[in-house]
């Protein structure tokens, strides 16, 4: 995900596109709308996590916001829907196409032949109301699709302003796994739903009329396939144009379309039926990103769990962090000998401290060790420790998640969302902090992975820090997306701003860290 934008959430009534780079910083005073919006991140997870009925859990594993009416804004007398867009990159290559193994659209991929098509970025635009999606428009090059429901069925789909669907051949597939209801073509005659790479006999023949009727092109059935087979494929305007304009052995077409552009009506109607046959395939591929990524979501609460001087054992298997670090302690338990040591011997180089477990009968204690100090319980020190041992430990969890990646030659996206990590932190901490978020950022891209850390703070030191390592070049200031938060009149306002090559951030405000009048 490159970018976020929230419409009529809490006291968001609109964000703006809030660009998500590799490290991005939501700085704000206390209830300015800050923790919504990173918020957002483990309320999607939650929802995918579960079959479900309702488009969004509001409540779950990770967050509770009560109801829907509960998010949209207070005193909000209109009925609104609740808006989510967001920008993401389509997968381009074979061995991403891995992911649809297990969809009946693995088939048609292939045959798409994603690895040659252009830049595939995608605008999405959702809009919620309480208990369905009630429309989208998903972009991708200059196409675009929109779709309204009503009741569970299509109300319209258009595409391209200027295509209106026949809503008698297709139908809504509203999976309880996806986030995205899907549009799929319905074959005349059936009851049944099949997908397009079934019903392509049928969804090709208005593309044939054209080509027979208006261009007067006659070929035998076989080969009039493999001409228009040439032509589905994802691909802008523009480039459909060209095809069109060099496509070897149709004669006629290449003399129509020689000296057209892309406002000529037969191209425009020839475009959108392209489009309407390959729609499913964007929109599974959508989902199943969607799905991908906020699996490989982390959220960490703003207060996480106080240690406690025993832990009784449980025979569960536990591999991640839960959002308020309640299981850490089992994590470390499942641990084998060498995972541990590994983790000790990184937080040691990286903070200056190593964490391990002190096994007794039934039980477990969390013990830590500060330089050359003596091993001591975790319960014994300040609440700093136990606040930041989380984050460490999952941030140690992705690096060594994005080793297996390099080592099974895998590509994945992770998302690390942290609320106040400078809990109790003494200041030089919160630095050293930093410094590790820098090197987790610098490991993914080594290894051709994507990590992103979210978080929203009220600490100067953390920012500061970010600003000493770009001066330092540690970090590249175009990695960083500074967010300033406000509000006025129960309405949250989005900045964004950046760190100049020096390490100061730019159109900072007057007063914006500074105590209330």
């Given at each position: 995900?490159?970018?976020?934008?929230?419409?009529?959430?809490?006291?968001?009534?609109?964000?703006?596109?809030?660009?998500?780079?590799?490290?991005?910083?939501?700085?704000?005073?206390?209830?300015?709308?800050?923790?919504?919006?990173?918020?957002?991140?483990?309320?999607?997870?939650?929802?995918?996590?579960?079959?479900?009925?309702?488009p969004l859990l509001w409540f779950g594993d990770y967050v509770d916001f009560g109801s829907f009416e509960e998010v949209l804004p207070k005193g909000q007398t209109e009925e609104k829907d609740l808006t989510i867009a967001f920008d993401m990159d389509l997968?381009?290559?074979?061995?991403?196409?891995?992911?649809?193994?297990?969809?009946?659209?693995?088939?048609y991929f292939k045959h798409l032949n994603l690895q040659k098509t252009e830049n595939m970025s995608v605008h999405v635009i959702i809009h919620f109301k309480q208990k369905h999606i009630?429309?989208?428009?998903?972009?991708?090059?200059?196409?675009?699709?929109?779709?309204?429901?009503?009741?569970?069925?299509?109300?319209?789909?258009?595409?391209?302003?200027?295509?209106?669907?026949?809503?008698?051949c297709y139908t809504l597939h509203d999976s309880s796994k996806y986030l995205l209801p899907n549009i799929l073509y319905v074959r005349k005659g059936k009851d049944e739903f099949v997908r397009y790479f079934d019903a392509q006999e049928d969804e090709l023949k208005p593309i044939k009329n054209i080509f027979m009727r208006e261009l007067g092109v006659k070929l035998k059935e076989e080969t009039f396939?493999?001409?228009?087979?040439?032509?589905?494929?994802?691909?802008?305007?523009?480039?459909?144009?060209?095809?069109l304009k060099k496509l070897s052995g149709c004669a006629a077409v290449k003399k129509y379309f020689a000296d057209k552009n892309c406002d000529n009506p037969l191209f425009k109607e020839i475009n959108n039926l392209i489009v309407l046959i390959i729609v499913s395939s964007i929109i599974d591929q959508i989902?199943?990103?969607?799905?991908?990524?906020?699996?490989?979501?982390?959220y960490l609460k703003p207060l996480r769990a106080q240690a406690n001087r025993y832990y009784r054992v449980q025979g569960i298997s536990v591999k991640s962090v839960d959002a308020d670090g309640s299981n850490l302690p089992m994590v470390l338990y499942n641990m084998t000998g060498d995972q541990r040591k590994s983790f000790s011997d990184w937080c040691n180089e990286k903070?200056?401290?190593?964490?391990?477990?002190?096994?007794?009968?039934?039980?477990?204690?969390?013990?830590?060790?500060?330089?050359?100090?003596?091993?001591?319980?975790?319960?014994?020190t300040g609440y700093g420790y136990s606040q930041v041992l989380p984050i460490i430990l999952q941030l140690w969890l992705v690096i060594e998640r994005n080793k297996l990646d390099v080592k099974e030659k895998m590509h994945n996206n992770y998302t690390i969302?942290?609320?106040?990590?400078?809990?109790?932190?003494?200041?030089?901490?919160?630095s050293k902090l930093m410094e590790v978020f820098v090197a987790l950022v610098d490991l993914a891209k080594d290894s051709g992975n994507s990590i992103k850390i979210i978080f929203e703070t009220h600490s100067e030191h953390m920012v500061n820090?970010?600003?000493?390592?770009?001066?330092?070049?540690?970090?590249?200031?175009?990695?960083?997306?500074?967010?300033?938060?406000?509000?006025?009149?129960?309405?949250?306002?989005?900045?964004?701003?950046?760190f100049d090559e020096n390490g100061f951030i730019e159109e900072w405000p007057i007063g914006f860290m500074s105590p209330e009048d």
């Open positions: 995900m490159k970018k976020l934008q929230l419409k009529n959430f809490r006291s968001i009534r609109d964000s703006g596109e809030i660009e998500i780079k590799p490290i991005t910083v939501l700085l704000g005073k206390n209830s300015c709308g800050k923790s919504s919006f990173i918020r957002m991140f483990p309320l999607i997870k939650q929802s995918l996590e579960k079959n479900r009925q309702d997968l381009k290559n074979d061995e991403d196409v891995r992911y649809y193994r297990n969809l009946g659209t693995f088939k009630s429309s989208y428009t998903v972009k991708f090059l200059n196409q675009e699709v929109s779709v309204k429901i009503n009741n569970n069925e299509i109300e319209q789909c258009v595409i391209n302003d200027d295509y209106n669907l026949n809503l008698d396939d493999t001409y228009i087979g040439k032509l589905i494929k994802i691909q802008s305007q523009k480039t459909l144009l060209d095809n989902n199943i990103q969607i799905e991908d990524e906020f699996c490989n979501t982390f903070l200056g401290l190593c964490f391990s477990i002190k096994k007794q009968e039934g039980h477990v204690s969390l013990m830590v060790k500060v330089g050359d100090d003596c091993e001591i319980n975790l319960a014994d969302v942290i609320e106040q990590p400078e809990l109790h932190l003494h200041p030089a901490f919160q820090g970010l600003g000493r390592l770009i001066s330092a070049k540690k970090i590249k200031k175009d990695d960083i997306n500074i967010v300033l938060v406000s509000k006025e009149n129960n309405i949250s306002n989005f900045k964004q701003t950046c």
